[in-house]
Every structure is written in C-alpha cells, then in structure tokens.
C-alpha cells in the first residue's frame, strides 16, 4: 500500500474535544502545556468563561513566566466571558454576544498572527450551539489559518461543518459523574 505524503506531512492540525462527558478543556489544557514543554508558543482563549476564578488561571501564568519570561510568557491564558450564558429558550444577553464577537476577533487575529503556534478556543462550540457565533466563519477563519497553526476547539455539541474539517476529534462520553450522587465541584478537580 502506498502513503500519500501530503497526508502525512507535518502540518498544523485542527482538533475538536467535544461530548457531553468531563475533560473536553482539560484534554486541551493537557496538550497546551505539552506544546509549551516543546517550545511552542501557546494561546487559550475562554469563549464563555469568565466570572469564576479557575485554578488553570493561576497554574497556566507560573508556566508561561517559567518557560517563557515575565513579559513575554510562552503560554497565556485569557477568559474572555462572563460566565456561563442563559440557555433553553431564554433570549441571550447583548453583552454575552458582544463578548464572544470580541473573543472570536481575537481568536482570528491571534490564529492569523504568526505570534502562536497553538491556540486553543475553548468553549466555541458552546457559542456556536448557541447561535452566538456563526460556524461558517470559524470554518473559513480554520481553513484560512497558516499552514503550521494547530487549533483545538472544545465543547459540547460540535457543529457537522467543524467535526468534518477537523483532523482530530475526540467525543468525551460521560459513564457516570459524581454530581449524580449529590456531590459537588470540588476545587482542583473540576475548576
């Protein structure tokens, strides 16, 4: 059998983390630190979150300063939300639409900037289901981006139009959780 190099050439690759299971952002977070380890520069932009404070935040500042410096820091993470929007029907705020249109502006220019060679949009998948952010032009901003820009894309419920772009795409498949016994978030495991 013969291998067609151009499919298996080094390339920047487009990932989705999606499924209604944990750890589609951990997953990513996991392979934005892999990247950083490796001397790759890293951005994660938070789509939706933004009004708690996650332990990622404090952990993803230490690394960047470490692998990077004080003011040029290898991995930056930046929430760009305020928090989680209202769903099921109800009329999404003008503020929370403001927000992802800005956070999708940044996420153009930084895939389109050379200055990263990851960016992680996290949550986008939420803002796309939401009818927050148009899929078509996160597919053409994918399919415009440089050549060697990886991008990883998280969230429930990812658009037909994105999975089928997507080189790599991992659907989390909940089996049981702890918050169907009753128990709560707990800080350092679930934020």
Do not use: C
């Not at 151009?6 to 487009?14: A, D, Q, V």
């Not at 392979?31 to 789509?47: E, S, W, Y």
């Not at 003011?71 to 930056?76: F, Y």
Request: hydrophobic share 40%; glycine share 10%; charged share 25%.
């Amino acid at each position: 059998m013969l291998i067609d190099m151009t499919e298996t050439s080094r390339r920047g690759l487009i990932v989705i983390n999606t499924g209604p299971g944990k750890g589609k952002t951990t997953a990513a977070l996991g392979t934005a630190i892999r990247a950083a380890g490796n001397g790759m520069r890293v951005l994660i932009l938070q789509f939706l979150k933004g009004s708690w404070h996650y332990g990622e935040l404090d952990a993803i500042e230490a690394l960047g300063k470490a692998l990077g410096s004080e003011d040029d820091p290898s991995i930056v993470i930046r929430q760009m939300g305020r928090g989680f929007v209202k769903v099921g029907g109800a009329e999404t705020d003008p503020e929370d639409l403001k927000l992802v249109e800005d956070a999708w502006a940044e996420a153009v220019e930084a895939i389109q900037s050379g200055d990263w060679d990851l960016v992680v949009l996290d949550e986008i998948n939420y803002a796309i289901g939401y009818k927050m952010l148009d899929p078509d032009k996160v597919a053409e901003a994918l399919r415009q981006k440089p050549e060697m820009v990886h991008v990883i894309l998280t969230g429930r419920n990812a658009h037909p139009s994105l999975v089928e772009l997507a080189d790599t795409v991992t659907e989390m498949r909940e089996v049981k959780h702890a918050y169907q016994k009753g128990i709560l978030a707990q800080r350092g495991i679930e934020f």
